[in-house]
């Protein structure tokens, strides 16, 4: 006991190092060497920062396993090594989807400094008849796409949600059949009456009878709709407009002839 007084009388200041490890310690804060028997208040609040995280204490090893430090005690001895465990802050963020449905698992909500988030791609987020078409930092929809939040990036955040209407195409069967109808619509187009042909396919002396879903079996389609979507495939149906003329022949000599109509 006698030779450890004589020791800590030899040797009444030890040296102290402090590791922020990115953060900055205020002027005047920073501790080199405490004496024996004396406590010192480590560094703490507003007196060691760092950009874009919260001080989460000093800790006796890198690894931050064990107690928190919050001073140097009376009892301490020898040289002291202190280092800064930092945690990164969180913020907020708010997805505007403008009718739009984010997949489970795909929304953002927060993101840290240091890891930013990766906004949901057009893979996750849906809204029926229309195309997404990118994230903005405002409700007009204006500047930048943004796709993600940078690592550096502080601050909450709000992104809205861009569509435009999807296109869809009109496919007009049989082959040659011409029309005045139009090739495509979107989700918004005003409903629309199905115009007759203005050409049949191949015969002249056919008249139009009703355009039909996806084939001549199929059901009867006079319009589309306004808030239809998908790709559609009409089928126009003809029947014979001039009657055949069936002749009755004795010999070479015709007795009479009669008009029917076509497959009768």
């Given at each position: ?5 004589f ?41 060691i ?76 987020i ?29 601050g ?41 042909p ?19 079996e ?11 979507t ?35």
């Amino acid at each position: 006991m006698l030779a450890s007084c004589f020791f800590t009388y030899l040797n009444p200041q030890s040296n102290v190092k402090l590791y922020p490890n990115g953060g900055v310690i205020s002027p005047g804060s920073n501790i080199t060497s405490y004496f024996w028997g004396q406590s010192k208040v480590l560094p703490y609040g507003s007196q060691i920062t760092r950009n874009g995280y919260t001080f989460g204490g000093w800790y006796k090893n890198s690894g931050f396993w064990g107690e928190r430090q919050y001073f140097i005690n009376t009892t301490d001895r020898g040289d002291l090594t202190f280092y800064a465990k930092w945690d990164p802050n969180p913020y907020n963020v708010r997805l505007h989807t403008n009718g739009g449905t984010i997949a489970a698992g795909h929304n953002v909500t927060q993101y840290t400094y240091g890891t930013g988030a990766t906004l949901p791609s057009a893979s996750y987020i849906t809204k029926h008849g229309h195309t997404f078409r990118g994230w903005y930092n405002n409700s007009a929809l204006t500047g930048n796409v943004y796709t993600k939040i940078g690592s550096s990036e502080k601050g909450d955040k709000e992104f809205y949600a861009k569509w435009t209407p999807t296109v869809y195409t009109i496919t007009y069967l049989p082959e040659g059949v011409e029309t005045d109808n139009p090739p495509t619509y979107t989700i918004e187009t005003e409903t629309f009456e199905l115009k007759a042909p203005t050409k049949a396919p191949d015969e002249t002396k056919q008249k139009f009878v009703a355009w039909h879903v996806d084939s001549e079996e199929g059901a009867v389609v006079t319009e589309i709709a306004k808030g239809s979507t998908e790709n559609k495939t009409f089928y126009a149906e003809f029947s014979a407009e001039v009657p055949c003329v069936v002749k009755f022949m004795s010999g070479t000599t015709e007795v009479k002839s009669i008009k029917v109509k076509k497959d009768t």
